[in-house]
């Protein structure tokens, strides 16, 4: 297996040309002979500034290791380093904070309040923070997306590539130095699909940002920077400049796009 700078020893200081670094990760679920061991021994380090798609069989571990990642799940032992903060350090007030802070969050469920508008969804999370909500830069992110006709539309009444623009524009306008996806497009169709991975793709480009995204789709995981295929809890491969073609061979080969 060829290495690349997403298999290397992870650099684990502040000044790291990484935004995410995790360093022997393990995760179990269950005790006895039910223990089921998902993360074993996994070290990652996702440079800064760029699109890394995470893929691999069902039951792999691939939304594990996100979860971990996004201090959503904490590991049994390891360390996850984040913009050089060691989140496993970090009591739970202090990675709400940091979560709130410095993190997004796309969810294949968009994870919307039903009860709320467009405009109340995207700033909710800077409103319950106590900071101040800039509503001409509330205006020019949603009309940016696509959204401005939508403004006081409720969720339900918008398509799902609509929602999932939504989820985007509140993640992008906290500003956050990483943004976590599991699996953005696997609820939409094919054209809403890719408005999302374009998205996702522009925030990095011109936003600068570093985006982390599990999807089982080798076109979605063709928009990446690289792709880091996971087997039985472990990083089985990675592909730089990923074509559609070459993901799905290495997803054949480690046992199929489920």
């Not at 990083?235 to 199929?256: E, I, K």
Request: glycine share 8%; charged share 20%.
């Amino acid at each position: 297996m060829t290495r690349t700078s997403y298999l290397e020893k992870p650099h684990s200081t502040a000044f790291s040309p990484h935004a995410v670094v995790l360093s022997g990760l393990v995760k179990t679920y269950g005790s006895g002979p039910a223990r089921t061991t998902v993360l074993e021994d996994v070290s990652l380090a996702f440079p800064r500034r760029s699109f890394t798609a995470v893929m691999g069989p069902s039951g792999s571990g691939k939304s594990t290791l996100l979860q971990c990642a996004a201090g959503l799940d904490r590991p049994d032992s390891g360390s996850v380093m984040i913009e050089g903060i060691e989140l496993t350090a970090l009591d739970e007030l202090a990675l709400t904070r940091l979560r709130r802070d410095r993190l997004g969050f796309v969810f294949q469920s968009y994870n919307l309040v039903p009860t709320l508008t467009v405009r109340q969804n995207v700033t909710l999370p800077g409103e319950l923070a106590g900071r101040r909500v800039d509503s001409g830069r509330v205006l020019d992110m949603l009309t940016r997306l696509g959204l401005a006709e939508h403004l006081d539309a409720r969720p339900a009444q918008l398509s799902g590539g609509q929602q999932q623009r939504v989820s985007i524009a509140r993640a992008l306008l906290s500003d956050p130095a990483v943004i976590f996806a599991d699996e953005p497009t696997g609820a939409l169709d094919s054209h809403a699909g890719a408005e999302v991975l374009a998205l996702l793709r522009n925030s990095v480009d011109t936003g600068g940002r570093t985006v982390v995204m599990v999807t089982h789709d080798p076109i979605a995981a063709a928009m990446a920077d690289a792709v880091v295929f996971f087997a039985d809890g472990r990083v089985a491969d990675s592909l730089l400049r990923p074509t559609a073609d070459t993901v799905a061979a290495r997803m054949t080969a480690l046992g199929g796009v489920r």
